[in-house]
Nanobody, 123 residues
Framework: VQLQASGGGSVQPGGSLRLSCAAS????????MGWFRQPLGKEREFLAV????????RYADSVEGRFTISRDNTRNTGYLQLNSLKPEDTAVYYCAAAPRGRWSQSQNDYDYWGLGTQVTVSS
């Protein structure tokens, strides 16, 4: 599975962005999709995960209520809607995929990673 994240950019505090993650390759077996981020000089952290069907989601406490994960399997694309952005949300954002039976918040459990997309929140 190959992943390509896009949609990052620069926004003011309180603004919104929608990140996309396009999947290609061997996607027919199904996979869960997770989003992570890595602020400059810090560890990469879990943000959200969504099941193959989209029926199940889970969020990190730091983003619950502000970020929304979704997916459209007809387009082989996942999304992360970022609302009410804060300066501390500035980071490189990554999407990742793991086999559909591996429900996890740990980056170590994800086999496939896209290149990151930069999100900068600044006034």
């Amino acid at each position: 599975v190959q992943l390509q994240a896009s949609g990052g950019g620069s926004v003011q505090p309180g603004g919104s962005l929608r990140l996309s993650c396009a999947a290609s390759g061997r996607t027919s077996g199904g996979f869960i999709m997770g989003w992570f981020r890595q602020p400059l000089g810090k560890e990469r952290e879990f943000l959200a995960v969504i099941s193959w069907s989209g029926a199940y989601t889970r969020y990190a406490d730091s983003v619950e209520g502000r970020f929304t994960i979704s997916r459209d399997n007809t387009r082989n694309t996942g999304y992360l809607q970022l609302n009410s952005l804060k300066p501390e949300d500035t980071a490189v954002y990554y999407c990742a995929a793991a086999p559909r039976g591996r429900w996890s918040q740990s980056q170590n459990d994800y086999d496939y990673w896209g290149l990151g997309t930069q999100v900068t929140v600044s006034s």
